[in-house]
Nanobody
Framework: QVQLVESGGGSVQAGGSLRLSCGTTLDIVNSYNMGWFRQAPGKEREGVAG?????????????ANAVKGRFTISQANAKNTVYVSLEMNNLKPEDTAMYYC??????????????????WGQGTQVTVSS
């Protein structure tokens, strides 16, 4: 059973930073599409950052235009499972949302489309005040 568990959300002032983490039960020997998504009240879920993982290694990263240059997605391996982080810098009030980690077997494309992911975490709240 695939499990994704996010942590690291919180409240910060504009210009601040947060680091989100996603622990998984995904075995590092396989390959995956993984991503971070967010959903603000009354809005659709949107892709923030995606990562192409091939055999436990990062093969590429992808970002929404709204976060390019401010957010960084990265992958590591912990106890033979995949671990993904999202470093968020220069946060803005419009970044306020529930953030979700998602994963699926590797397709190699559509990293930022929430419709193409099978496994989701429970979410972690990020609130940025002005």
């Amino acid at each position: 059973q695939v499990q994704l568990v996010e942590s690291g959300g919180g409240s910060v002032q504009a210009g601040g930073s947060l680091r989100l983490s996603c622990g998984t039960t995904l075995d590092i020997v396989n390959s995956y599409n993984m991503g971070w998504f967010r959903q603000a009240p009354g809005k659709e879920r949107e892709g923030v950052a995606g990562i192409d993982i091939v055999g436990g290694r990062t093969n590429g990263t992808y970002y929404a235009n709204a976060v390019k240059g401010r957010f960084t997605i990265s992958q590591a391996n912990a106890k033979n499972t995949v671990y993904v982080s999202l470093e968020m810098n220069n946060l803005k009030p419009e970044d306020t949302a529930m953030y979700y980690c998602a994963a699926d077997l590797r397709r190699g494309w559509n990293f930022l489309s929430p419709h193409d992911y099978k496994y989701w975490g429970q979410g972690t709240q990020v609130t940025v005040s002005s």
